[in-house]
């Protein structure tokens, strides 16, 4: 059902409107386009209930909104309510340097920001966290996150992990690894 409701375009803007109250012109200004781009999609969702607007009959510099009925839908389509923990093949993985753990509540206070984070973990003191994007988190929704943190004076670290394995297999790894190894020390002597 939600992979139904929030496909494409549509991902994006409810992304953007999650949590916070938007005109159609800065919607397609958050999203890097313009507003004849996103106008169609936006008053199709406004029509089916997914936003809702401040007036009933929207007018130019009405503002809208993600419907709090469908946010979890949301984190669905986003996949970011993964397990707290789990990571993905591919999966964008951001180390954050926090000056307070203030500043990074004011940044994820808005609902955009947190809506495209699946999972965070603070690591030692206050001042580090890892945190996981969703998976379906669209390269603008990406950007937007890093922004946000990086004008809250929160260092950005960004990486991608490879291929997850057990310890079974990285143990078997590491043997295959120390036999090449072995074999080929023989070969030399």
């Known amino acids: 059902m939600a992979e139904a409701l929030f496909r494409g375009l549509r991902l994006e803007i409810a992304t953007a409107l999650n ?7 800065q919607t397609a200004r958050a999203l890097g386009r313009r507003s004849g781009d996103i106008q ?3 008053r199709q969702m406004l029509a089916e209930g997914v936003l809702e607007s401040e007036h009933e009959e929207p007018e130019p510099g009405t503002r809208f909104r993600l419907a709090e009925i469908h946010e979890a839908a949301l984190a669905e ?22 000056p307070s753990r203030r500043t990074l509540d004011g ?3 808005r609902g ?11 690591l030692g003191g206050n001042n580090a966290m ?28 960004s990486d991608r992990p490879a291929t997850p394995v057990d310890g079974r297999a990285l143990r078997g790894m590491a043997i295959a690894s120390n036999d090449a190894v072995e074999a080929t020390a023989g070969d030399e002597a």
């Open 19 to 25: 949590g916070r109250w938007l005109t159609l012109y």
């Open 40 to 42: 169609k999609a936006l």
């Open 77 to 98: 389509a986003l996949r970011a309510d993964q397990l707290p923990g789990l990571v993905q093949e591919d999966q964008e993985l951001l180390l954050l340097s926090l």
């Open 107 to 109: 940044a994820l206070a």
């Open 112 to 122: 955009d920001v947190a809506a495209v984070i699946s999972w965070g973990v603070r």
């Open 130 to 157: 890892l945190v996981a994007v969703a998976p379906k988190a669209t390269e603008t929704d990406y950007a937007r996150l890093v922004s946000v943190l990086e004008a809250a004076q929160i260092g950005v670290v």
